[in-house]
């Protein structure tokens, strides 16, 4: 694994940076405070920053030109990643298509579906959410229950989807759905792509502690979803082949993309200004030291991911580690804030906010426990109990 950066990485990391920092004080002039991606206004709000990133070809730099992207390396999408929180930009209220589905389409969609996902989404002008949890399947997403019954010209959608985050807000959810009646488990589930306005489809919205509304319930009842909604299909990756599919994307969702090293050196670095400017403590400083170690252990690791990635290594089961070490991290550089604030800490400060948000990261993508369980079996070779 080479640590250093080639001339034309260098190159590339200067002309992000300089973007960023420009467009950034353009898209803040006459905003006052933070509007977070989960509420209303700030979806909006967020949403012209997308298409401000997709206008100079930001926004899925990875991806090939022909939608929207750069083709640039991973190693130059790291680069931009750690550019991108340094900068202090917001949040990618478009996330869980670009990060999420996109990876999936890549891999299963067909040229069709391809070629009409892809540009629509890196332009923000369809925002995905991801609609597998419901009320009684959350970490054993294979017990789900929600159903769509094959019709002629389509399918017929009934079941509920829950905590879909910013679905309150997006165009189109992309959910795993039982189409064989008689299946159980994993088996006999599709993976369908669904416009939230089909006839059928209600979205309804609700509030988190922290007072943000993006989260929604989704109902769905006798909603008939036509196969030619979407050219190539509603179809990703065939009939029955859901769970395979859904697989591919909780490896994106646990693995490489969703959280990406800068995001967590960036806040380090803003811990360890915190920590200069509170009275010194040794407790908090050997704190703040093992919360720097973890970050740059997490950035190294991500750095060996892509090397095996880039020589045709599939991560597989190793991205249920992943998971819990930027999940777990997450919490412990909020904690150290919080505890460097002390009473000075504000309810609604970005170091509160995060802290609450940080505390839901061992929950979705699958819980901890699960993915302790993953690495146990699948990694280590112990029996299930």
């Not at 200067?14 to 933070?34: F, I, M, N, P, S």
């Not at 340094?86 to 949040?91: C, F, K």
């Not at 859901?242 to 960036?266: C, H, N, Q």
């Not at 090397?307 to 991290?329: D, F, H, M, N």
């Amino acid at each position: 694994m080479d640590l250093e950066w080639s001339s034309d990485e260098r190159r590339f990391r200067d002309e992000a940076r300089t973007w960023l920092e420009a467009h950034l004080a353009e898209w803040k002039a006459g905003h006052d405070g933070d509007l977070s991606g989960d509420t209303r206004d700030g979806f909006a709000r967020h949403l012209v920053w997308e298409q401000m990133l997709f206008a100079d070809r930001w926004a899925v730099v990875s991806w090939p030109e022909a939608f929207g992207g750069r083709d640039a390396s991973l190693w130059e999408w790291l680069i931009f990643e750690e550019e991108y929180y340094r900068a202090g930009a917001p949040q990618r209220v478009t996330q869980n298509g670009i990060f999420l589905l996109a990876p999936t389409v890549f891999e299963f969609g067909t040229p069709e579906q391809q070629a009409h996902i892809l540009p629509r989404m890196a332009a923000a002008d369809d925002q995905w959410c991801q609609g597998w949890s419901e009320p009684n399947a959350g970490s054993d997403l294979a017990s789900l229950t929600s159903r769509a019954r094959r019709v002629d010209g389509g399918w017929v959608l009934d079941g509920q989807k829950t905590w879909t985050t910013r679905g309150a807000f997006c165009t189109h959810l992309f959910g795993l759905f039982r189409t064989d009646p008689e299946s159980e488990r994993h088996k006999g589930l599709t993976y369908l792509l669904v416009a939230l306005d089909t006839p059928g489809v209600t979205v309804r919205g609700f509030g988190r502690l922290d007072g943000d509304e993006g989260f929604a319930e989704v109902f769905f009842d006798e909603a008939f979803l036509p196969d030619d909604a979407l050219p190539g299909g509603v179809v990703l990756g065939g009939e029955g082949q859901g769970w395979s599919v859904a697989m591919a994307t909780t490896s994106s969702e646990r693995g490489l993309t969703l959280r990406s090293p800068g995001r967590f050196m960036a806040a380090t670095a803003r811990l360890i200004e915190l920590y200069r400017s509170a009275p010194d403590d040794p407790l908090l400083r050997d704190r703040v030291t093992r919360a720097w170690m973890k970050a740059e252990a997490y950035r190294l690791q991500t750095l060996q991911t892509v090397t095996g990635t880039v020589e045709g290594r599939p991560a597989g089961a190793e991205t249920s580690l992943v998971k819990i070490w930027w999940s777990e991290l997450d919490v412990e550089l909020h904690e150290v804030a919080l505890d460097l604030l002390g009473a000075d800490a504000e309810a609604t400060g970005p170091w509160s906010k995060g802290w609450q948000f940080s505390l839901s990261g061992p929950i979705y993508a699958g819980t901890n426990e699960i993915q302790r369980n993953i690495a146990a079996e699948r990694l280590l070779g112990l029996p299930r109990r």
